[in-house]
């Protein structure tokens, strides 16, 4: 059975860095595109990177030249680097693979920036 696992997440002081993990079961991440998603209390899941399967990456303007999105196809592990995060960066974070035919999602990982 497909299952995401996310990880890495937790409180870090502003300006420091985290990295993310999304280890993938039951299925592998290459030759699709894969996402990173973030939610805070009260608001809709927002799209913040995207990595395909030819490389290419996009990030939304919140986060383009701070968080690096990456994968290890052996490890079958998609990752999030973050660095010089802020306030606003507090919030749950979900890898999200875009298979075809299955909507799978993880748990996430809480990523708190405070001081």
């Known amino acids: 059975q497909e299952q995401l696992v996310e990880s890495g997440g937790g409180l870090v002081q502003p300006g420091g860095s985290l990295r993310l993990s999304c280890q993938g079961f039951?299925?592998?991440?290459?030759?699709?595109?894969v996402d990173w998603w973030r939610q805070t209390p009260g608001n809709q899941r927002a799209l913040i990177a995207s990595l395909t399967s030819g490389g290419s990456t996009t990030y939304a303007s919140s986060v383009k030249g701070r968080f690096t999105i990456s994968r290890d196809n052996a490890a079958n592990t998609v990752y999030l680097q973050m660095t010089n995060l802020d306030a606003e960066d507090t919030a749950v974070y979900y890898c999200?693979?875009?298979?075809?035919?299955?909507?799978?999602w993880g748990k996430g990982t809480q990523v708190t920036v405070s001081s």
């Open positions: 039951g299925f592998s991440f290459s030759g699709f595109t």
């Open positions: 999200h693979p875009r298979l075809v035919g299955i909507n799978l």
